[in-house]
């Protein structure tokens, strides 16, 4: 199981983040090589492991960066709206920290923060443990 | 929202055939056609990307109420 542990002077301000590369799907790019087609470059993103996350996020816009489709339409619910329709999109995320990729699905919205870009829910946590060390700015984020 | 209009329509318009037949599994739609049935998520969208490519496709959970998700966080800008 990859584990690695990330000391964060502003983990309380910012939460535990991860550097993460977004790509298109293995199957996509495999599509796009037989075709001679460019690979998009991935995309460089800051990804706030989120609890109270029941899926991943992903920033609108990003997808699209991409050229990728959406694969399916989900509505969400967030304290200030219910019933907020959102495509879906079906991408790679690759996590430099623990040289592991995942795929699955993102929603993709606006987010109101800058510099974080995707938000890192359940459905990936679940894969998981995360320990978040908050007298020591410290959290441990392990994949199974 | 345009994308997806069509195929969300087709699913509405088989929903009652497609719970009675395989409720709780994936459905894989394109324009008005019904491609297949998938017991996970991953796997209708491997076939679609297979068989279309980078076009837009419906893959849907066959369920009577569709679940919501749900975030606690401010960072998400909607409404």
């Known amino acids: 199981m990859p584990?690695?542990?990330?000391?964060?002077?502003s983990l309380q301000a910012e939460g535990p983040t991860l550097e993460v590369q977004f790509m298109i799907p293995v199957a996509l790019e495999e599509q796009y090589?037989?075709?001679?087609?460019?690979?998009?470059?991935?995309?460089v993103v800051k990804a706030l492991i989120d609890t109270g996350a029941?899926?991943?996020?992903?920033?609108d816009g990003i997808p699209q960066k991409l050229g990728l489709q959406p694969n399916g339409t989900i509505k969400i619910n967030t304290p200030s709206s219910k019933n907020h329709l959102c495509y879906k999109y079906f991408m790679r995320m690759f996590l430099p920290s623990y040289g592991v990729t995942y795929e699955g699905e993102f929603t993709a919205t606006a987010l109101e923060e800058q510099t974080i870009?995707?938000?890192?829910?359940?459905?990936?946590?679940?894969?998981?443990?995360?320990?978040?060390?908050?007298?020591?700015?410290?959290?441990t984020f392990s994949l199974l | 929202m345009a994308v997806l209009d069509e195929e969300t329509k087709t699913y509405q318009e088989h929903k009652q055939e497609l719970l009675s037949k395989a409720k709780g599994k994936y459905v894989l739609i394109k324009g008005k056609e019904i491609v297949g049935i998938y017991e996970s998520e991953k796997d209708a969208i491997k076939i679609g990307i297979d068989k279309f490519g980078n076009v837009a496709f419906l893959v849907k959970r066959i369920e009577e109420i569709d679940q919501n998700q749900n975030y606690t966080s401010f960072l998400i800008k909607v409404g």
């Not at chain 1, 829910?121 to 908050?134: K, M, P």
């Open chain 1, 33 to 43: 090589r037989k075709a001679s087609k460019p690979i998009p470059t991935p995309i």
């Open chain 1, 3 to 9: 584990s690695k542990t990330f000391i964060t002077p």
């Open chain 1, 54 to 59: 029941s899926n991943c996020i992903i920033k």
């Open chain 1, 117 to 139: 870009e995707s938000l890192i829910g359940r459905d990936l946590l679940q894969h998981g443990i995360l320990i978040y060390t908050g007298n020591a700015n410290q959290f």
